[in-house]
C-alpha cells in the first residue's frame, strides 16, 4: 500500500513535465549524433554541468532544474532535479537521447533515488523554501516564541481560510503554534483592498484577527485604495504562491520532524490537521 501510494504521488508530480515534453523532448534528442550524446554524457558524468546529454538538456528547456547528478544502475546516469517546486529524479540512457522520469526500483523494492535526491534535492529546497517564506509579506498569528510556525497563503475572502484559522485556534491559543498570513487578493474584487487594510492598519494581526472573527457578516472593512507599497507585497506574494505550486487558498507549508518543507494545498482536516499542526 505504501508503495503504491509513492508510486501515484509520483505520477502527479511528473505528469505536467511529461505532458509539456511530450514532443519537444524526442524532436530534440532524436536528431543528435549518437557518438556525440555519449560524448556529452560521458562530460556531464565527470561533474561539467555544462554539457549535460541532449535529453536532458531538453527537458531542461522545458523547465526542468538540474541540481546534482547521481550513479545510478544498468548504465543509466541519474540526474536529480526541481519540476513544478517539487524533487524529481531523471535516469537518462547511455546514449543520451531517452530519459526515465520518476522512480527507478531494484529487486529488493527500494527507490535508487530516493537518498540522491533527499541529499542534492530536498534538503536545499526546503531551506531555500523557507527563506523565501520568512522573506515574504506575513502577518502574524500567535506568539512570537511559538515552537511551531506554519505558513498560509491566505486571502481575506477565502472560506477555506477562515476555517483553517478557526481549526489552528486550540493550537495558537495554547502558544504552540504561530501561524504566519502570507496575504495574497485573488478571490475576490475588494480583495485587494480588505489585505490592504490589515497592511496599513496599526496592528495588522488584530485586524487579521478581525477579519476572520466577523467573516460571517462581511470581514474588515476593505480600504479606500491600494497603496503602491501594498499592491507590490500583493504581487511579490502571489508570485510567490504560483511558483511554490498552489493556485488557490489555503496554501500550507510546515516543516516535518526532519526539517524538510511539507505542503497542503487546501483545507487539511481530521488527523492530517495534526500532521500540520503537531501534537495537540
Known amino acids: 500500500m505504501a508503495m503504491t501510494h509513492r508510486i501515484t504521488n509520483m505520477l502527479l508530480l511528473t505528469a505536467s513535465l511529461l505532458l509539456a515534453m511530450s514532443t519537444g523532448a524526442q524532436v530534440a534528442g532524436g536528431g ?73 526500483i531494484d529487486m529488493q523494492g527500494k527507490d535508487v533515488g530516493a537518498e540522491p535526491l533527499q541529499r542534492l534535492v530536498s534538503e536545499p529546497l526546503s531551506k531555500r523554501i523557507w527563506s523565501q517564506l520568512e522573506g515574504s509579506h506575513w502577518i502574524a498569528d500567535g506568539k512570537q516564541d511559538a515552537a511551531r510556525i506554519v505558513y498560509t497563503f491566505s486571502d481575506p475572502n477565502c472560506p477555506y481560510c477562515n476555517r483553517f484559522w478557526k481549526a489552528a485556534r486550540p493550537w495558537v491559543d495554547a502558544g504552540k503554534v504561530q501561524l504566519r498570513h502570507i496575504m495574497v487578493g485573488v478571490i475576490r474584487a475588494d480583495s485587494p483592498m480588505k489585505v490592504a487594510a490589515m497592511f496599513q492598519a496599526a496592528s495588522p494581526s488584530q485586524a487579521l484577527e478581525s477579519n476572520e472573527r466577523t467573516f460571517a457578516n462581511g470581514g474588515i472593512k ?33 516543516r516535518d520532524d526532519k526539517g524538510m518543507v511539507q505542503t497542503r494545498a487546501g483545507l487539511p482536516t481530521g488527523d492530517d490537521l495534526s500532521i500540520v499542526l503537531g501534537p495537540r
Do not use: C, W
Open 222 to 254: 476593505p480600504a479606500t485604495s491600494v497603496s503602491g507599497e501594498v499592491r507590490k507585497k500583493l504581487e511579490a506574494n502571489e508570485q510567490l504562491m504560483t511558483s511554490l505550486g498552489f493556485q488557490g487558498t489555503p496554501g500550507i507549508l510546515f
Open 32 to 104: 543528435d549524433d549518437p557518438g556525440a550524446a555519449k560524448a556529452a554524457a560521458t562530460k556531464a558524468a565527470d561533474g561539467d554541468t555544462s554539457s549535460h546529454p541532449p535529453i536532458i538538456r531538453s527537458m531542461e528547456a522545458d523547465g526542468l532544474e538540474v541540481v546534482g547528478q547521481f550513479d545510478a544502475p544498468s548504465g543509466l546516469r541519474g540526474y536529480a532535479g526541481i519540476a513544478g517546486g517539487q524533487p524529481l529524479a531523471v535516469y537518462a540512457t547511455p546514449d543520451g537521447r531517452h530519459a526515465l522520469v520518476g522512480m527507478l
